[in-house]
């Protein structure tokens, strides 16, 4: 097998959209010992025919067809089948600047204990318009704190890291159905540094159709807890049931966590968050979406809690891990 420096991964479904813009952003790369692998998880749409265009066009891209099974199955197909030392992720609807495989590259040569790199990146809209710049801290310890306490943390995107820790930690776990990067990333922080470069990189596509966006929010928020909640009890020694559990145990765990969220208040919190952010964006100034925004928040009645959150963080999976600790192992 010849080995290259960096495996690009995308993982595509019915992704024809945006998908062209997607592949020339990585094909006009600055940096050129790549792999470029396409993972095809059963579209229905023009996606599987624009890849085998490009494919035949550009000898770096390995085209993967498969059933649907969902997002982190298809990256697991990819890194199992990567040639390269260090994966660069990218979401079919996204885009690199044109150096971000030479920054990233050049910095990991130069920190020979990061394992995990991210970036900042600029917000975009459907036209590909920049809405918003997000720079995010650069420190591990910092970065670590941004995943336990649910903080905002560099997209799926940016992410670059080492192949063969992916595959000890045994890649996304295919029981999250949101937040796999957030699971992957706390697998990873156990093994060795995280790092972000303070500068955009890639930039992230912002549309309703994203599975993100579905129901608000809320599912990615619960299994963004989810994987918390497994990162404390891993890191505390004691049983992880989304690696260890049977599925009737996964099943309980799940139905455990979703009913303390909802006692906890923080899904109604986060709706009201994310009320008042559509208040802002629809003003038609930054002075009135201001307004509108805090108007919101203060009728709300949880401004005060959204706010230190938003600061803060939430230690609430903390306290759910434990929780769940001494519910199966009452004699501690």
């Not at 497994?230 to 004691?238: S, V, W």
Request: contains cysteine; aromatic residues 10%; positive net charge.
């Amino acid at each position: 097998m010849q080995y290259v420096e960096i495996s690009v991964l995308m993982s595509c479904h019915n992704a024809d959209r945006w998908l062209r813009e997607a592949i020339d952003s990585v094909l006009a790369q600055t940096f050129e010992d790549y792999e470029f692998m396409i993972v095809d998880d059963g579209s229905t749409d023009e996606t599987w025919k624009i890849i085998q265009s490009y494919r035949d066009r550009d000898e770096r891209i390995v085209a993967i067809s498969k059933n649907n099974t969902g997002l982190a199955d298809s990256l697991n197909v990819g890194i199992a089948h990567a040639r390269g030392k260090w994966i660069a992720r990218l979401d079919a609807d996204d885009l690199c600047e044109t150096k971000r495989l030479e920054e990233q590259m050049n910095f990991v040569r130069k920190h020979a204990d990061v394992i995990l790199l991210g970036t900042g990146f600029l917000e975009i809209d459907e036209n590909s318009r920049v809405i918003k710049r997000h720079i995010y801290p650069t420190n591990h310890q910092v970065l670590l704190r941004h995943l336990e306490r649910l903080q905002r943390f560099f997209p799926h995107s940016s992410a670059f890291y080492r192949s063969d820790t992916a595959r000890q930690v045994g890649g996304y776990n295919k029981r999250f159905h949101r937040a796999q990067d957030r699971r992957l990333w706390l697998e990873m922080s156990m093994r060795g540094q995280i790092a972000c470069l303070p500068i955009p990189l890639v930039r992230n596509r912002k549309h309703t159709a994203q599975i993100s966006n579905d129901d608000r929010g809320r599912r990615q928020l619960f299994y963004g807890s989810l994987a918390t909640i497994c990162h404390f009890m891993q890191k505390a020694g004691y049983k992880d049931p989304s690696v260890n559990g049977s599925e009737n145990e996964w099943n309980e765990f799940l139905s455990w966590v979703e009913k303390r969220i909802q006692e906890s208040g923080v899904f109604e919190r986060r709706s009201n968050w994310a009320n008042a952010r559509a208040l802002y964006f629809a003003a038609g100034n930054k002075l009135a979406g201001a307004f509108s925004f805090g108007t919101a928040l203060l009728q709300s009645g949880y401004a005060n809690a959204l706010i230190r959150e938003r600061f803060f963080g939430s230690c609430l999976p903390q306290r759910l891990a434990w929780e769940w600790i001494e519910r199966s192992h009452p004699t501690l």
